[in-house]
């Protein structure tokens, strides 16, 4: 077992809680341990994991980092006249679109072990990303408009073939895992999950809400499937 400590900034702690829900049933059925500590400045995650299990968790800081992080950036900086509702999903379409080459950065880019300070890793080690994704952006037009990010979306639907399980309002990944990592973008969201998702093809099973039916219907056509 290894001892790892994750600590974030006390108005972040919602990202270490993340890890914590992600990981903790694991760590606890093989015997490790996790406490998690609210300080008055910092909160920190106290870990006794699996040498399997840490590889886990640096796939968890990179979500983090590659979805939570990236979409605070994109907020601050996308200048667009879009809706709220669909700047967000033009930020979680920009992060879908490039999410693995963005995974791959960060995981080289994080230490083999002790801690995990999450916000010095953004700030001291991804510099480099930064600038890749403010390279993007400026790609992205002030005047990109609804249209375009119905065409941007159904392009990245046409480009993939995962798979993902509409039930009950929530989106379930080609293994039947649930999806939650839209909650790092603010909170758990179908729309956002979905887009985030990369997904090529969504299955619906069962009735699905209107406001859900018209959003597929609009981005996904006949790629999303009605049982």
């Not at 995650?45 to 796939?59: D, I, M």
Request: aromatic share 12%; proline share 1%; net charge neutral.
């Amino acid at each position: 077992m290894e001892e790892i400590v994750i600590t974030e900034r006390k108005e972040k702690s919602s990202y270490v809680t993340y890890i914590y829900n992600a990981l903790m049933n694991d760590i606890v059925r093989v015997g490790g341990k996790g406490e998690l500590c609210f300080g008055e400045e910092r909160t920190a995650l106290r870990l006794n994991l699996s040498p399997a299990l840490l590889k886990r968790l640096k796939g968890v800081l990179a979500e983090i980092l590659g979805i939570g992080y990236k979409y605070e950036f994109l907020s601050k900086n996308l200048r667009v006249a879009l809706s709220k509702r669909e700047k967000k999903l033009l930020a979680a379409a920009l992060i879908a679109a490039d999410f693995e080459g963005d995974k791959s950065f960060i995981l080289r880019r994080l230490p083999d072990t002790g801690e995990y300070a999450i916000d010095g890793i953004y700030a001291f080690r991804l510099a480099a990303l930064r600038e890749k994704w403010t390279h993007i952006l400026s790609y992205v037009p002030s005047g990109f408009s609804s249209a375009d990010l119905t065409q941007f979306c159904e392009f990245l639907v046409g480009e993939s073939r995962h798979k993902i399980y509409l039930k009950d309002g929530s989106v379930f990944g080609e293994n039947f895992t649930r999806l939650s990592r839209s909650s790092l973008m603010g909170e758990e969201n179908a729309e956002t999950e979905i887009i985030l998702s990369d997904a090529g093809f969504v299955y619906c099973l069962g009735e699905v809400d209107a406001s859900l039916c018209d959003f597929l219907q609009k981005y996904f056509a006949e790629r999303a499937i009605f049982s």
